[in-house]
């Protein structure tokens, strides 16, 4: 099975589905925006990958200069022009792209973001290295990842049986410290890390070591 091609055909048959999804928890979810937001300035150039149908995005928009807001799905993106059309919204660039053959310029951003998608990601090492490759020195990654490796038995069990019905997507059984620990060998520093309650997704804030640390308000 190739992650990647299969992996779209599964995002776009859910995209009308998953745009209509409520956030499941909606305080955790402020925060995470609020904590983002307080790193953020207007000159600030802005890489979201695995985007979905756009929502984070758009409402970082205001905050930033500028964000490219890349997804292996067309069907997620097709959502996602279609709200920044009705918000009004013109500094989001929506582009199809998996994160494995994005290409984009070394240290053109000031700020990452990987939202509910390092656990689909097939290489996650890999992954994290051209995460710090794209930022600038002293640029943010935000990431929140669901923790399937920490998750009980039976939903360990019953997920590759879904996947193989075609009713979820392959995933990783990461649990949050071997998120950390990838990311600390990839040379990032944690600045933050945070999660509402016990098994739920783990947020972190890595910086790229530099001189040019963006302000931050933590
Ligand atoms: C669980 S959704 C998360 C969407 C959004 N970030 C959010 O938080 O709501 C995962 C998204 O990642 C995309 N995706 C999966 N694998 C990807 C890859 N290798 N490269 C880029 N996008 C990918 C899917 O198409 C889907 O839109």
Known sequence: MNRTTDGAAFWDRLAPRYSRMPIKDEAAYQHKLAVTQSHFRKDMAVLEFGCGTGSTALLHAPHVRSILATDLSE???????????????????????????????????????????????????????????????????????????????????????????????????????EIAESLERTGFAIDYTWRPRPGSPVFIVARKPGADAPPGSL
């Open 75 to 177: 069907k997620m993106l097709e959502i996602a022009r279609e709200k920044a059309r009705h918000a009004g919204v013109t500094n989001v660039t929506f582009e199809k792209a998996s994160f494995e053959t994005l290409r984009a310029e070394d240290e053109g951003f000031d700020a990452v973001l990987g939202l509910s998608i390092l656990h689909l990601l097939a290489d996650l090492d890999g992954a994290l290295h051209k995460v710090y490759r794209l930022l600038k020195p002293g640029g943010r990654f935000f990431s929140s990842t669901v923790c399937i490796g920490e998750m009980g038995v039976v939903t360990r069990l019953a997920l590759p049986m879904a996947t193989w019905l075609g009713l979820a997507p392959q995933v990783n059984e990461l649990r949050a410290g």
